[in-house]
């Protein structure tokens, strides 16, 4: 089965409002975990990472949650603008190293409405 | 900020025919990789190459796909024979140590 999968294929929010995009996981060993976002006709571009080690990881108006119990991450967008309209996925080595392949989920379309 | 290149951006081949798509990765990284993209599904890894070998495949690499590392800084992915399910983008990705992966801006691949 899939390492790793979204719960939403589409997410519509209003300009200003957060957004919060979730993904699951199904390996406990994976202990690296990467967002990525993808406009269109471009290639996926980092924007932030956790390690199992921590819960929660903050970068400039993006946050990722991680629940190891229930092998749950979420991205959470604040103030979100046109800008932010893109494909959003989630992705992990396969439960493996970091050296091992990718393994990227199916991805969330979020789209901002002005 | 230092980017991988992948060229050409669009590439249309007739079904049977042998196509290179070509990937300049970030100097100084060990670890080179292609995946695909068929439209709007997920991204799929293909083959992984470190210390000028393939280190790893997925059932998608079959016989047909090849990968080399030519010259040092170039980075290629050949289809030998090209079938329809090929057209895809095709994106080239690379990282230095255990983390960090860059990924190349795509090449759209359309076979007719």
């Known amino acids: 089965g899939e390492s790793v999968g979204l719960h939403l294929p589409t997410l519509s929010v209003q300009e200003g409002d957060n957004s919060i995009i979730n993904c699951a996981y199904s390996n406990s060993a994976s202990d690296y975990f990467i967002w990525y976002k993808q406009e269109s006709g471009k290639g996926p571009q980092f924007i932030i990472d956790i390690r199992s080690n921590m819960d929660k990881r903050q970068g400039q108006r993006v946050t990722v949650l991680l629940n190891k119990t229930v092998k749950h991450l979420s991205l959470q967008i604040a103030a979100t603008q046109p800008g932010d309209s893109a494909v959003y996925f989630c992705a992990e080595p396969g439960g493996g190293s970091g050296n091992t392949p990718l393994v990227f989920g199916k991805g969330t379309r979020l789209s901002v409405i002005a | 900020e230092p980017e991988v290149t992948q060229t050409p951006s669009h590439q249309v081949t007739q079904m049977g025919q042998e196509v290179i798509l070509r990937c300049v990765p970030i100097s100084n990284h060990l670890y080179f990789y292609w995946y695909r993209q068929i439209l709007g599904q997920k991204v799929e890894f293909l083959v992984s190459?470190?210390?000028?070998?393939?280190?790893?495949k997925s059932e998608i690499f079959d016989d047909q796909f090849s990968v080399e590392r030519p010259d040092g800084s170039n980075f290629t992915l050949k289809i030998r024979s090209t079938k329809l399910e090929d057209s895809a983008m095709y994106f080239c990705?690379?990282?230095?140590?255990?983390?960090?992966?860059?990924f190349g801006s795509g090449t759209r691949l359309t076979v007719v």
């Open positions: 190459f470190y210390n000028n070998e393939i280190s790893e």
């Open positions: 990705a690379s990282k230095r140590a255990t983390y960090g992966y860059t």
